[in-house]
């Protein structure tokens, strides 16, 4: 066999791997390792996240949402999970999807794999327990994430995602800041960060309507995660 035949398959057999270990039902989902941040797309869709959640102001943020009939994935931290399950239920009922934010909030990059996998598949377990669902996305606690962690995610079936518009409401900069920081960032495809639990949350539960109301005038959808990777976008109903 030539070098170059050997190469080859090399790299069939690397890509059949790849394939094979790729995340449950994520449509989209690129090679193990990939951390997603925004959807590559002309149209206006965009997806919002709250993270750091179950907290009080989870309940609120819902019912939020309902009013203006959209849609939101929560990046839950497991041992609040276990907290208030009831919360989770909630999320899951109303339609919204729940994402994996590790179990105790921690920089995995200082943890070792067998620390890491634990912070992973522990959350899964209590949103599991919680709600009947397991998680398909996770996001790094302050975006920490480089490839070991990224495969590792995949190796137990979540899809790593940061974020494309951060208006960094958790700093508590005022209402109005927060929502100018938002449409000024937004792109089609974008993925919002918001907060919905890890201290005082007042100011995202002001300005998330006015985000919404804005950005639904200018023509945006808005998405789960999963509906924004790997499903068409709806039609929003008339208002
Ligand atoms: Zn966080």
């Not at 394939?19 to 449950?24: E, G, L, N, T």
């Not at 997603?36 to 797309?41: Q, W, Y």
């Not at 979540?158 to 800041?177: F, K």
């Not at 201290?199 to 002001?206: P, Q, V």
């Amino acid at each position: 066999m030539t070098e170059k035949f050997i190469h080859l398959i090399a790299a069939v057999l690397l890509v059949a791997v790849c394939i094979q270990s790729r995340p449950r039902d994520v449509a989209g989902a690129g090679i193990p390792g990939s951390v997603f941040t925004s959807k590559a797309t002309q149209q206006r869709v965009v997806a919002l996240t709250f993270d750091d959640g179950p907290s009080l102001y989870t309940r609120p943020v819902l019912q939020i949402l309902r009013i203006h009939r959209v849609h939101a994935t929560f990046f839950v931290i497991g041992r609040q999970v276990a907290r208030d399950p009831a919360a989770v239920r909630a999320v899951v009922a109303a339609g919204d999807e729940i994402g994996n934010h590790t179990y105790t909030h921690t920089d995995l990059e200082f943890l070792n794999e067998a620390a890491d996998a634990a912070e992973l598949t522990r959350t899964d377990a209590a949103v599991e327990a919680a709600s009947g669902t397991i998680p398909l996305w996770f996001r790094p606690p302050y975006g920490a994430i480089d490839g070991r962690i990224a495969r590792l995610a995949a190796s137990v079936g979540l899809q790593p995602i940061t974020w494309s518009v951060d208006p960094a409401d958790w700093s508590l900069p005022g209402t109005s800041l927060i929502v100018s920081r938002v449409l000024l960032q937004v792109r089609p495809g974008g993925v919002i960060l918001l907060h919905d639990g890890g201290g005082n949350r007042s100011e995202t539960l002001a300005a998330l309507p006015s985000i919404v109301e804005i950005l639904q005038a200018r023509g945006y959808h808005f998405l789960t995660l999963s509906e924004l990777f790997g499903a068409v976008p709806m039609p929003v109903p008339p208002r």
